[in-house]
């Protein structure tokens, strides 16, 4: 995979320096109405029965209320991503925000990386499944229209070593474990994906990023572009693989 490290994003971000910034959080961008975060692998977005306070939300809500838990300031969630994917998270600052970015998230621009086992044919395409879910949490596609949801990822192969591809995907629709099961059943599961993919595998960590984001401010109007270009852990990872190729 020579040269997947030069990969830079199309427009890069300004990290306003922080004070007071959240712990293993990155903040790229903040103003009264959104939050723009990079989430690292490991770390859930929302809270669980077991675990509440080791979330993205738990800790945007303790930096906006500056350590006061009488205060009135809190974030609100506009979309997830799964523990275990790195990337661009965006979080609204009033129901107002909230209301109108889920409302025209259709509109958003979604541009996820991943490296996956092998080398796809052909090398970008669209893949189109109904997806639904069982009663063990996983995700599977059907054929039958009364379980699934009809769900759309388009992806192209960036580079490509012995046994291994790294891929850019473009997310059209946001279904749970939507890019991991279209993958999957392609029979190219994501490189360290311990629930759709293969044991014994190159990474502790699902590689798998949400580098960029489009998407409309919710007062200002004004087209918001956010990409992180590939994280330090992922270029490492690709480092690896092409040893190994």
Same mark, same amino acid.
């Given at each position: 995979?020579?040269?997947?490290?030069?990969?830079?994003?199309? %427009?890069?971000?300004?990290?306003?320096? /922080?004070?007071?910034?959240?712990?293993?959080?990155? #903040?790229? %961008?903040? =103003?009264? $109405?959104?939050?723009?975060?990079? @989430?690292?692998?490991?770390?859930?977005?929302?809270?669980?029965?077991?675990?509440?306070?080791?979330?993205?939300?738990?800790?945007?809500?303790?930096?906006?209320?500056?350590?006061?838990?009488?205060?009135?300031?809190?974030?609100?969630?506009?979309?997830?991503? $799964?523990?275990?994917?790195?990337?661009?998270?965006?979080?609204?600052?009033?129901?107002?925000?909230?209301?109108?970015?889920?409302?025209?998230?259709?509109?958003? =621009? @979604?541009?996820? !990386?991943?490296?996956?086992?092998?080398?796809?044919?052909?090398?970008?395409?669209? #893949?189109?499944?109904?997806?639904?879910?069982?009663?063990? /949490?996983?995700?599977?596609?059907?054929?039958?229209?009364?379980?699934?949801?009809?769900?759309?990822?388009?992806?192209?192969?960036? /580079?490509?070593?012995?046994?291994?591809?790294?891929?850019?995907?473009?997310?059209?629709?946001?279904?749970?474990? /939507? #890019?991991?099961? %279209?993958?999957?059943?392609?029979?190219?599961?994501?490189?360290? $994906? @311990?629930?759709?993919?293969?044991?014994? =595998?190159?990474?502790?960590?699902?590689?798998?990023?949400?580098?960029? #984001?489009?998407?409309?401010?919710?007062?200002?109007?004004?087209?918001?572009?956010? $990409?992180?270009?590939?994280?330090?852990?992922?270029?490492?990872?690709?480092?690896? !693989?092409? !040893?190994?190729?």
């Amino acid at each position: 995979m020579e040269g997947v490290n030069k990969l830079e994003p199309q %427009h890069k971000v300004t990290r306003p320096a /922080q004070k007071h910034t959240p712990k293993g959080l990155t #903040i790229l %961008h903040e =103003d009264k $109405d959104i939050l723009v975060v990079e @989430k690292p692998s490991g770390l859930l977005t929302i809270g669980t029965d077991r675990d509440k306070t080791r979330t993205v939300h738990y800790l945007l809500n303790d930096y906006v209320r500056k350590g006061n838990p009488k205060s009135r300031n809190r974030v609100y969630v506009v979309h997830r991503l $799964d523990r275990d994917t790195s990337g661009l998270l965006v979080f609204a600052k009033s129901e107002a925000a909230k209301t109108f970015l889920q409302e025209n998230w259709e509109l958003t =621009d @979604k541009h996820y !990386l991943a490296v996956v086992h092998g080398q796809l044919t052909p090398k970008e395409g669209k #893949i189109s499944t109904r997806l639904a879910e069982n009663s063990a /949490q996983k995700v599977y596609s059907t054929l039958n229209p009364a379980k699934g949801k009809l769900s759309h990822t388009e992806y192209k192969v960036l /580079q490509e070593a012995k046994g291994y591809s790294l891929v850019e995907i473009h997310l059209l629709t946001g279904r749970k474990h /939507q #890019i991991r099961v %279209h993958l999957a059943g392609l029979g190219h599961p994501v490189v360290g $994906d @311990k629930k759709y993919g293969r044991g014994g =595998d190159v990474s502790k960590r699902l590689a798998l990023h949400a580098r960029s #984001i489009s998407f409309t401010h919710p007062f200002s109007k004004k087209p918001m572009t956010f $990409d992180t270009g590939m994280p330090d852990d992922f270029a490492r990872l690709l480092g690896k !693989l092409s !040893l190994r190729s």
